[in-house]
DNA sequence: CTATAAAGGTGAACGTGTTCACTTAAAGAA
DNA sequence: TTCTTTAAGTGAACACGTTCACCTTTATAG
């Protein structure tokens, strides 16, 4: 019997509690030891909390994972999108996002590229979170795309839905390839992408101004 | 003691006898159940050999789905590439390996799905087998380039090595963006490859000429 | 207040991928 | 041939994610 919440809702906050004591524990432990080598078992204990415990509180150990990073990738991508200059270009304010997350993702290369490959590929359901930061990500790049119309940055032919798309592609592909590399760094993420952002800009095909 | 090898080699016919036995096995039941739901000790079973043995051939049981599934992307590729028409554009040769490709992974989407997502991720090793494939694939997409080069399809300025990688992240995002759909269908596949490309031919920033 | 229902919490038990000490048989040396 | 070495083959044992029947505590009904 605790005095501290003396309502009718100890349970909830029992539950609310025991579900932060996990995710400090599985944080501290992921970004220690990595996922893989992260057990469930350990996470309990550390969390002094009973193995099945866990299970109650999520789906499985992935979405402990996207539980243990959701905050700090959501305050990250808010932080970016408040920083966006409405006097600056659409492809200069798609970069200093793009840049954001890959420097949120260096902090821990290892834990990111598990979490983007459960991102791409969870099946059905937990993804949810994840996906709703995409369409965010999405949104934003409609609206940036669509100011950059405005100001004659981007032709009003082109479609912003399949060009947001388009965006989001090479962020991603850039994103994935450079986890794979051996080390993780940020500058050398957004190199890639400006070149691919070239591409996307002045188009590859023969162009009756520019046939030399 | 078996007449057909008497030679001093019966071992490593033994060995190449037991690893295709497994593969067969394992094809078949990958095929009917699908990977998570197919169990190694299953495959085992079915090719009548130990569970130990196929871990002696395979180092873990992604690879044995990659194995499985090698020979005929392997085939699948050398098919498509020997179709290429120096006559079409590099645009239309690359849509068509595209939709070879597009085909042979919807013959089953969810094993495709994992051994793409095997192929993205996988740590280290035994990923050199499908790094071999985007190797060909992006070498090939670069000679199409600069065939599209030649016949003024493609202007002079642009980097083929940035546009193949280009190209092929369309067809990667595209591929996992759709095998992320309750049902896979090659042709909205390539559609959705199209509207891509598109962009990348023509380019988004306004130009002198179209700015109406 | 008591009785009942609901929900959080728990760890033993299960299924499955993976390892490893050992057996067996082929290859090579003497 | 006979002995030694090498490697394929094997399944018991292990580790870990996940499930589930059960317990305990809180909330609610009478």
């Known amino acids: 019997m605790d005095i501290t919440v003396p309502k009718g809702k100890r349970k909830a906050f029992q539950r609310l509690e025991t579900r932060a004591l996990i995710l400090e524990s599985a944080k501290a432990l992921f970004a220690d030891k990595g996922f893989e080598r992260t057990t469930v078992r350990a996470i309990a204990a550390s969390s002094e909390v009973g193995l099945g415990t866990i299970f109650k509180h ?3 150990k992935n979405a402990l994972l996207a539980a243990a ?4 990738l959501a305050a990250t991508l808010e932080r970016a999108f408040k920083e966006v200059k409405h006097e600056k270009t659409a492809r200069e304010n798609f970069i200093h996002i793009a840049s954001r997350l890959y420097q949120y993702y260096a902090v821990n290369p290892s834990l990111s590229k598990t979490l983007v490959q459960q991102a791409m590929f969870s099946k ?3 993804q949810t979170v994840l996906d709703e930061q995409l369409s965010d990500f999405i949104g934003v790049i409609d609206g940036l795309l669509e100011k950059g119309k405005e100001k004659q940055e981007i032709k009003q032919s082109a479609d912003n ?4 798309f388009n965006f989001f ?3 991603i592909i850039t994103l994935v390839s450079c986890l794979n590399q051996p080390t993780f760094s940020p500058e050398s993420a957004l190199a890639q992408l400006e070149e691919q ?3 996307t800009y002045s188009g590859i095909e023969t162009t009756p101004g520019s046939k030399r």
Chains 1, 2 share one sequence.
Do not use: M, P, Q, T
């Open 69 to 72: 990073l959701h905050d700090d």
């Open 197 to 199: 952002l070239d591409i």
């Open 169 to 171: 592609s090479h962020y």
């Open 124 to 126: 059905g359901k937990c």
């Open 58 to 60: 999520f789906e499985d």
């Open 161 to 164: 839905r399949a060009v947001a």
